[in-house]
């Protein structure tokens, strides 16, 4: 299946593929032949065998999704079915920030945040009125070198008000990669730490992360949600060596083990999610169209499933008939389900023209099919 690259990449990716089809023997013109009907870009395709592997480590998501999701109780007041807080959106990205905080709700969490940068406030606010915007976060262009130390002192202060009542962050969306403000994130995501918050990085979070490795390391309510981009340079990072596609499953678990048992979701045609010490894979029929902001669904999607997986491993205290305990894991599993089945739904009504916001409509069927409300 096809990844998502620029068109420029793709038509490079078509003519270097036509160049070694003219230049080859007529073997090698036959098996690019078969590789190409059977749709994809070679360098980035599965190998069967590399499937029949993935498969081995194939999770029974709706049995996980069973045992997390809450019931709708009338008892339960406001809050209780998660507070989640998106760290992101900047001059040039509003759209992340906001698919990842109204997927939350979409899923079921009672409040989401966006903590964002002031140009990037009004604008998400007027995608959507259920969603709460904290214009606090500075871009350096807006800030003078001897007010920093202040103005970084303050963003903390407007999120530290809020930080205990969050029941996890999701710090990357649309975050841009502007120095002074990951700085100012930096120290954000430290004092979730230090007040056990768990925090899913995504986008530009995940560049923060790979060249402060420190800020996650070690920490097991952490949660990585890699593309293939991102993934290539955690590896590159902490591994010093390239992607292995022929060993997947060992390489992610290693990559884990080695930033101190975070969990890592790596996004792909089969997602693929280790601890460091254990590997599941979903691998659920999703959608063909690679259109940006599927990633975006899936960190606010984690983000409710980890919370509600912590609450449910408390509440069983070890009596969960799950066989993984890890509530991070169970909630990327959750959340990897959830957004593909949703993904899969839309492209059934939309086809060509499904786009993200049409998938993250379709979330509320996706969890309803498997855990009614009623
Ligand atoms: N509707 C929206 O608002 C959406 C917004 N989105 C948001 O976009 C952000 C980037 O996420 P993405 O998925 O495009 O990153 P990815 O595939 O690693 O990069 C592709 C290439 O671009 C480059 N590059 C990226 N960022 C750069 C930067 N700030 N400045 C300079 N270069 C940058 C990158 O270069 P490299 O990292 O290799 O140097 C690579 O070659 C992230 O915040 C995400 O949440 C998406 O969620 C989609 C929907
Ligand atoms: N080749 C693929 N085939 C099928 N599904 C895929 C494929 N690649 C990604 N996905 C699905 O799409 C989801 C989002 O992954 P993707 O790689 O698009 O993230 P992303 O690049 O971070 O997205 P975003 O545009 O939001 O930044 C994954 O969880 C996965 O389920
Ligand atoms: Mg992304």
New binding site residues.
């Given amino acids: 299946m096809l990844m998502?690259h620029g068109m420029n990449s793709r038509i490079a990716l078509l003519d270097c593929a036509k160049s070694c089809v003219l230049a080859s023997s007529p073997v090698f013109r036959r098996q690019q032949f078969l590789l190409r009907s059977l749709g994809g870009f070679i360098d980035h395709q599965p190998h069967s065998r590399d499937m029949q592997v993935l498969r081995s480590f194939e999770v029974d998501s709706e049995c996980v999704i069973r045992a997390i999701t809450p019931a709708l109780d009338p008892s339960r007041h406001k809050g209780q079915a998660g507070n989640i807080a998106v760290i992101?959106g900047c001059r040039?990205?509003?759209?992340?920030p906001y698919?990842a905080a109204i997927s939350a709700l979409k899923i079921g969490a009672d409040l989401s945040h966006v903590f964002c940068t002031k140009d990037a406030a009004p604008v998400i606010k007027s995608y959507s009125p259920e969603l709460i915007v904290h214009p606090v976060l500075e871009e350096s262009y807006n800030v003078g070198e001897e007010h920093k130390k202040s103005i970084s002192s303050k963003v903390l202060a407007e999120v530290d008000k809020w930080m205990e009542r969050f029941d996890c962050l999701v710090v990357?969306?649309?975050?841009?990669?502007d120095p002074f403000l990951l700085d100012c994130v930096s120290e954000i995501m430290r004092h979730a730490r230090q007040s056990n918050i768990p925090i899913v990085i995504?986008?530009?979070g995940l560049?923060l992360v790979t060249n402060n490795l420190d800020l996650v390391s070690g920490y097991a309510l952490a949660v990585l949600t890699p593309?293939?981009?991102?993934y290539k340079?955690l590896v590159h990072k902490v591994l010093s060596s390239e992607v292995n596609e022929v060993d997947a499953p060992q390489q992610l678990l290693s990559l884990a083990k080695e930033i101190g048992g975070v969990t890592i979701l790596r996004k792909g045609n089969s997602d693929l999610i280790s601890d460091g010490d254990t590997v599941k894979s979903v691998s659920i029929y999703g959608s063909p169209r690679r259109c940006?902001?599927q990633?975006?669904i899936l960190s606010g999607s984690v983000a409710v499933f980890v919370s509600w997986a912590r609450q449910h491993i408390l509440a069983a205290n070890s009596n969960s008939n799950l066989s993984c305990k890890n509530p991070t894991v169970l909630g990327c599993i959750a959340g990897s389900a959830i957004l593909r089945r949703a993904a899969s739904l839309a492209f059934s009504n939309k086809k060509r023209s499904s786009v993200?916001g049409d998938i993250i409509e379709c979330l509320g069927k996706s969890l309803e099919d498997i855990c009614p409300a009623s």
């Fill in positions: 998502k992101g040039e990205y509003t759209g992340a698919f990357g969306p649309g975050l841009g990669r995504d986008g530009d560049f593309n293939v981009n991102e340079r940006g902001g990633g975006d993200t």
